[in-house]
């Protein structure tokens, strides 16, 4: 649906749904992956320690996503540089969420065989 002349980019209850929506991506993000990193004794398997860069760098990109939209719907701007870069922040954000739940366990795991706890 088309925009009316004049009306925001990013309305108050999109920005602050998005805002909402992307910190908590980051925080079960940091909850499931990062932050139960490790045996108990502080080793780490070989995919964890491959793994760790990427998702911390995933996690900085969901909470820079999150400010961009908070920021986006304060501003209540209606430039087209504004909705350029909320269309890049939900791609991006689309983009991150995929390479960290899917592409980054499913690489290192599957396709680099890297150890993973798995016992045997």
Not at 73 to 90: K, N
Request: contains cysteine; neutral net charge.
């Amino acid at each position: 649906m088309p925009r009316a002349p004049g009306a925001p980019v990013v309305s108050l209850a999109q920005g602050v749904v998005l805002t909402a929506l992307t910190a908590a991506a980051a925080l079960g993000l940091h909850a499931l992956a990062i932050d139960g990193i490790g045996f108990p004794d502080g080793h780490r398997t070989e995919y964890e320690r491959w793994a760790l860069p990427f998702l911390r760098t995933a996690l900085a990109g969901l909470l820079a996503c999150s400010i961009l939209y908070a920021t986006l719907a304060a501003s209540r701007t209606d430039s087209p540089t504004a909705a350029r870069w909320f269309r890049v922040a939900l791609v991006a954000t689309a983009l991150i969420l995929l390479g960290a739940f899917v592409l980054i366990p499913a690489i290192g795991q599957q396709v680099l065989h890297l150890e993973h706890g798995q016992g045997g």
